[in-house]
């Protein structure tokens, strides 16, 4: 039998066990679709009070604006759609801005030459749905220039981060809906078959962060592989993403519809009681306690899955309103911000300190996405 199905089918009889009260918690009464729109609504004017949107076009700000425009899409509130409109146009629509194509890089760097580096790209997500909403060319133009450039070149290893897929990856699938251009699908799907030859542990169903944390090479601090939770959040959410924007004929959406799959079999068993995911998936006591960016990410995932018939609701479903029970009644503080996010970084890391107090701009955003998918479950939209 083949590995994925083979791990389809565990995710199935652990999903129906624990939904008959084995050894996890049973799921927590559902809200109401008010409820959820009332705890988006919390979280992200808290955060749109504090934080002004003239801020860079990084990738840490950029992911929030992805989440905000998810909130925006199912409940109509102006205000956020103006926030990430003010964003861009502060941005002025591009992300690193060099025009010397000759001096444009893709290793990490946070400098304007570095406009082939996937983190700088997040931002072209953002526009193009801005552009969905009210199209206007310029709205894109740069994200055309930067991606078409890319493509014409022969190098394939531009994810070479599991960030980027999260980063880059829905980018092309998005300007190829505008554009009809099928390059885009065609090099998605080359760039990311590398990050799989890079980081995929297919024994697992999961991936490392990056070429340095592959087991044995890196282990936990047990010994264990170390697959990072935020990191596996980026690509399951990423791979959700993706999946929205292509067309049921997509030549390469097969191959992404099982590896979807294929992660959230294996993240089912992974899940904590208490609703969250923890740093390290399968060494909980490497880097112990709730996590809230990684676990925002896999509910959004799961209940992304669920919403679009690609993942069994009876399996999945309880663990995606587990997971939304923790991010609303422990991460989600009274006064509206969102705590327990870890902050940037590319590791679980044994110490490190994350209570209530740890928030930052891609935990909303992922928060505000499961949010979003929880509403539509809800309320299904047209």
């Known amino acids: 039998m083949p590995l994925d199905l083979t791990r389809h089918l565990t995710a199935l009889l652990l999903g129906a066990a624990l939904t008959l009260g084995g050894c996890a918690t049973p799921p927590p009464a559902g809200p109401t679709r008010a409820e959820v729109i009332a705890q988006i609504d919390k979280a992200n004017s808290y955060w749109q009070a504090r934080t002004p949107p003239q801020e860079w076009a990084f990738w840490n700000v950029a992911a929030y604006h992805t989440g905000n425009l998810e909130a925006y899409r199912v409940t109509g509130n102006e205000r956020y759609r103006q926030y990430s409109e003010a964003w861009a146009e502060h941005n002025r629509w591009m992300g690193a801005r060099s025009t010397d194509k000759a001096a444009w890089k893709y290793t990490y760097g946070e400098?304007?030459?570095?406009?082939?580096?996937?983190?700088?790209?997040?931002?072209?997500?953002?526009?193009?749905?801005?552009?969905?909403?009210?199209?206007?060319?310029?709205?894109?133009?740069?994200?055309?220039?930067?991606?078409?450039?890319?493509?014409?070149?022969?190098?394939?290893?531009?994810?070479?981060?599991?960030?980027?897929?999260?980063?880059?990856?829905?980018?092309?699938?998005?300007?190829?809906?505008?554009?009809?251009?099928?390059?885009?699908?065609?090099?998605?799907?080359?760039?990311?078959?590398?990050?799989?030859?890079?980081?995929?542990?297919?024994?697992?169903?999961?991936?490392?962060?990056?070429?340095?944390?592959?087991?044995?090479?890196?282990?936990?601090?047990?010994?264990?592989?170390?697959?990072?939770?935020?990191?596996?959040?980026?690509?399951?959410?990423?791979?959700?993403?993706?999946?929205?924007?292509l067309p049921a004929d997509a030549p390469h959406r097969a191959a992404y519809v099982e590896r979807f799959r294929t992660m959230a079999a294996a993240l089912l068993p992974l899940q904590q009681p208490e609703g969250y995911w923890t740093r390290s998936l399968m060494d909980p006591a490497h880097a112990p306690g709730p996590e809230t960016s990684g676990t925002a990410f896999f509910t959004y995932g799961l209940l992304w899955g669920v919403n679009q018939g690609l993942l069994p609701r009876e399996t999945y479903l309880p663990a995606a309103r587990r997971g939304w029970h923790f991010l609303t009644t422990v991460a989600l503080q009274p006064d509206g911000q969102l705590g327990y996010v870890q902050p940037i970084g590319d590791r679980a890391i044994p110490g490190q300190v994350v209570d209530r107090q740890s928030t930052a701009h891609f935990g909303v955003g992922a928060f505000l996405l499961a949010g979003a998918e929880m509403a539509r479950l809800l309320s299904p939209l047209p």
């Open 111 to 245: 400098t304007d030459e570095h406009v082939l580096f996937g983190d700088w790209q997040t931002c072209f997500q953002v526009y193009a749905d801005l552009y969905e909403l009210a199209p206007a060319p310029h709205k894109i133009a740069r994200a055309r220039e930067v991606m078409e450039y890319q493509m014409s070149t022969p190098r394939l290893d531009y994810w070479w981060w599991l960030d980027g897929l999260y980063m880059a990856m829905p980018v092309m699938s998005k300007l190829h809906k505008i554009t009809g251009d099928k390059r885009y699908l065609e090099k998605q799907f080359e760039y990311y078959n590398h990050t799989n030859d890079v980081m995929f542990d297919p024994a697992e169903g999961l991936y490392y962060r990056d070429a340095r944390y592959v087991y044995p090479q890196h282990k936990s601090v047990n010994g264990k592989k170390d697959f990072w939770s935020r990191g596996d959040g980026w690509a399951f959410a990423a791979l959700a993403r993706v999946l929205t924007d």
